[in-house]
């Protein structure tokens, strides 16, 4: 009868935690216009598209990273892209924020401006975070519903000046910019079911990286930078934005504190146990760790600003929060075995794309996630690059998940067809497509009672279908 009040009285003293550690207030964030336009936006399709108009710039033309903390919703690989100011897709996701940091959700929901209008594929009233997806592991993704800890620049994306698109005039009446994180230097998730908890502990994955990509080159260069007229900036913008040392992402400029708490239904005389795990090689400042008690679980802050690291520094671990003796009831260890993915439709060439020359075979690029453990198909089944409608490719990867709630499975894919090639899309030598083709997206959920088995998972698009097993071991 008391549980709900006490997870309610532990989600708070959390979140003291960390409002305490990244002081703010919360409250209403700042209205898209005439903001985004006094920190640089132009809301101009000849500039982003010809890459001489900005297409991030920081809100209030302030630099320092920004904390948010909140529960992860719509995590997945972006379908297109700007070339010009990207070497991989974004990896993307939204972030329904904690209270305290809700004046970092640019809009007003009341006029539906800005994060409150809609359109696209990011959540009305959310925080949208991205990072480009090849400076980007795949153990650091988020899932939906982990809790996450998000750190870098706040920004307003300037090509979304209107709902779901690069259009609209430039007048007052539009919806206007939305605010996100971007690049996301740091985010440690927390995993809603760990797949390495083999004892039930909590599992959260932390990742921090002075890689700033094009998006941190872009946006400082617009404080260096002028526009000179409705559709460009100055003569050394382009330079300035193309240049590799701009995209230093300098992370020794703060401290990096979070709290993981330990698991509900603490063991009679049991202490609290954790384990770290380098996922990478990485250059942080040795690590400092303070076990709580009242709400029990560990702090830990890396200290690349106190601690003296280095400003191209960067951090990958995975820690393991639990208690020292054994829960009553472990995890389950399920084996899933991804077995053969199927092509059901030929996209290239697609007549939908004006102008497209792109031939068969498809290029499909899909991503597979249980659970939060991500993977690019592709990486294990080259093939898939060079796939014919009806042709079966088999995958043979076996995935080993511990869970207490069984799976939660999401596979998302593109059809690549942009004229140049972003990663994991191929080089295409004489395509002239303008955007990709969605291959669609399934979510899946399965109990720890229906997980065994054999199962197909078929896109909504009806170009693919996906085969794979489920095995209980020990």
């Given at each position: 009868m008391r549980r709900a009040p006490l997870?309610?009285?532990?989600?708070?003293?959390?979140?003291?935690?960390?409002?305490?550690?990244?002081?703010?207030?919360?409250?209403l964030g700042p209205p898209p216009f005439p903001n985004a336009q006094n920190d640089?936006?132009?809301?101009?399709?000849?500039?982003?598209?010809?890459?001489?108009?900005?297409?991030w710039v920081y809100?209030?033309?302030?630099?320092?990273?920004?904390?948010?903390?909140?529960?992860?919703?719509?995590?997945?690989?972006?379908?297109d892209d700007l070339s010009l100011n990207h070497k991989s897709y974004d990896f993307n996701a939204d972030v329904t924020v904690d209270p305290p940091y809700t004046?970092?959700?640019?809009?007003?929901?009341?006029?539906?401006?800005?994060n409150f209008s809609g359109g696209g594929d990011e959540k009305v009233g959310a925080l949208h975070i991205e990072r480009e997806s090849s400076v980007y592991p795949f153990f650091a993704w988020p899932h939906d519903g982990d809790r996450a800890f998000v750190w870098g620049g706040w920004i307003w994306d300037c090509a979304h000046w209107s709902p779901g698109a690069i259009s609209g005039p430039r007048d007052p009446s539009q919806t206007g910019e939305k605010t996100?994180?971007?690049?996301?230097?740091?985010?440690?998730?927390?995993?809603?079911?760990?797949?390495?908890?083999?004892?039930?502990?909590?599992?959260?994955?932390?990742?921090?990286?002075?890689?700033?990509t094009f998006a941190r080159a872009v946006e400082g260069c617009t404080l260096k930078h002028q526009p000179v007229d409705a559709d460009h900036y100055d003569?050394?913008?382009?330079?300035?934005?193309?240049?590799?040392?701009?995209?230093?992402?300098?992370?020794?400029?703060?401290?990096?504190?979070?709290?993981?708490?330990?698991?509900?239904?603490?063991?009679?005389?049991?202490?609290?146990?954790?384990?770290?795990?380098?996922?990478?090689?990485?250059?942080?400042?040795?690590?400092?760790?303070?076990?709580?008690?009242?709400?029990?679980?560990?702090?830990?802050?890396?200290?690349?600003?106190?601690?003296?690291?280095?400003?191209n520094g960067s951090f990958a671990r995975t820690f393991l929060v639990g208690w020292s003796k054994p829960p009553k009831h472990k995890p389950q260890h399920l084996q899933l075995k991804l077995e053969s993915y199927k092509s059901l439709k030929a996209l290239d060439p697609h007549a939908g794309h004006a102008g497209e020359t792109s031939t068969a075979p498809d290029e499909d690029v899909?991503?597979?996630?249980?659970?939060?453990?991500?993977?690019?198909?592709?990486?294990?089944?080259?093939?898939?690059?060079?796939?014919?409608?009806?042709q079966t490719v088999k995958l043979g990867k076996t995935l080993d998940v511990f869970t207490s709630r069984g799976l939660s499975i999401n596979v998302n894919g593109l059809e690549c067809d942009a004229s140049i090639a972003l990663l994991p899309c191929p080089n295409r030598p004489g395509a002239t497509g303008l955007a990709n083709d969605s291959l669609g997206?399934?979510?899946?959920?399965?109990?720890?009672?229906?997980?065994?088995?054999?199962?197909?998972?078929?896109?909504?698009?009806?170009?693919?279908?996906?085969?794979?097993?489920?095995?209980?071991?020990?």
């Amino acid at each position: 009868m008391r549980r709900a009040p006490l997870l309610l009285f532990l989600a708070l003293a959390v979140l003291g935690i960390v409002v305490a550690a990244n002081a703010q207030t919360g409250g209403l964030g700042p209205p898209p216009f005439p903001n985004a336009q006094n920190d640089g936006c132009q809301r101009s399709n000849v500039g982003l598209v010809s890459d001489a108009s900005p297409e991030w710039v920081y809100v209030n033309r302030d630099p320092s990273p920004k904390f948010a903390s909140g529960v992860i919703s719509d995590s997945h690989l972006s379908h297109d892209d700007l070339s010009l100011n990207h070497k991989s897709y974004d990896f993307n996701a939204d972030v329904t924020v904690d209270p305290p940091y809700t004046n970092l959700v640019g809009g007003n929901p009341t006029q539906k401006t800005g994060n409150f209008s809609g359109g696209g594929d990011e959540k009305v009233g959310a925080l949208h975070i991205e990072r480009e997806s090849s400076v980007y592991p795949f153990f650091a993704w988020p899932h939906d519903g982990d809790r996450a800890f998000v750190w870098g620049g706040w920004i307003w994306d300037c090509a979304h000046w209107s709902p779901g698109a690069i259009s609209g005039p430039r007048d007052p009446s539009q919806t206007g910019e939305k605010t996100e994180i971007h690049p996301v230097r740091a985010i440690v998730s927390i995993r809603k079911d760990g797949t390495l908890a083999k004892d039930g502990q909590t599992q959260a994955d932390a990742f921090i990286s002075s890689q700033g990509t094009f998006a941190r080159a872009v946006e400082g260069c617009t404080l260096k930078h002028q526009p000179v007229d409705a559709d460009h900036y100055d003569a050394g913008y382009g330079p300035c934005k193309n240049d590799p040392a701009n995209q230093l992402d300098p992370v020794n400029d703060t401290d990096y504190t979070f709290f993981i708490p330990a698991p509900a239904g603490k063991p009679a005389g049991a202490k609290i146990k954790y384990t770290v795990i380098k996922r990478q090689s990485d250059n942080a400042p040795a690590v400092r760790v303070a076990i709580k008690t009242s709400p029990p679980g560990i702090q830990v802050t890396v200290p690349f600003k106190s601690g003296g690291g280095a400003a191209n520094g960067s951090f990958a671990r995975t820690f393991l929060v639990g208690w020292s003796k054994p829960p009553k009831h472990k995890p389950q260890h399920l084996q899933l075995k991804l077995e053969s993915y199927k092509s059901l439709k030929a996209l290239d060439p697609h007549a939908g794309h004006a102008g497209e020359t792109s031939t068969a075979p498809d290029e499909d690029v899909v991503t597979f996630d249980v659970n939060g453990l991500w993977l690019l198909l592709d990486t294990k089944a080259p093939k898939l690059l060079k796939i014919k409608k009806g042709q079966t490719v088999k995958l043979g990867k076996t995935l080993d998940v511990f869970t207490s709630r069984g799976l939660s499975i999401n596979v998302n894919g593109l059809e690549c067809d942009a004229s140049i090639a972003l990663l994991p899309c191929p080089n295409r030598p004489g395509a002239t497509g303008l955007a990709n083709d969605s291959l669609g997206e399934k979510n899946v959920r399965l109990s720890l009672r229906r997980a065994p088995g054999r199962h197909t998972i078929t896109s909504p698009d009806g170009t693919f279908v996906l085969t794979y097993s489920v095995k209980r071991k020990g």
